[in-house]
């Protein structure tokens, strides 16, 4: 199964990549891909990622799969499914 994963604003900044492919199986969830990219890109992508214990997203990223925020689905626990589309950015705000 294929997951297409898109960076955006600060992540892009700090990859330098806009996408990328990565292979998964049946019963990756969405906090073991997180965790497998923030090895494959270290610290800095993990830094921007999780809080400072590592267990739940930062603050200052939100991800969505297929355009819909992770909050409206399993959170860190939604299962993974080939063709995926996951989406890694800043959250924005505005006046």
């Not at 900044?13 to 049946?26: A, P």
């Not at 270290?42 to 921007?48: D, R, T, V």
């Not at 930062?58 to 991800?63: L, T, W």
């Not at 689905?73 to 924005?92: E, K, S, W, Y």
Request: net charge positive.
């Amino acid at each position: 199964m294929r997951v297409k994963i898109r960076y955006l604003g600060r992540v892009w900044d700090i990859l330098k990549k806009k996408e990328e492919i990565i292979v998964v199986d049946e019963e990756t969830r969405l906090l073991g891909l997180l965790r497998r990219l923030s090895e494959r890109h270290g610290k800095n992508l993990e830094n921007l990622m999780f809080d400072k214990k590592g267990q739940n997203l930062s603050p200052y990223v939100r991800v969505t799969i297929n355009g819909r925020d992770i909050s409206a689905l399993d959170g860190l626990n939604t299962r993974m499914q080939d063709g995926d589309v996951l989406a890694i950015f800043p959250p924005v705000s505005g006046g």
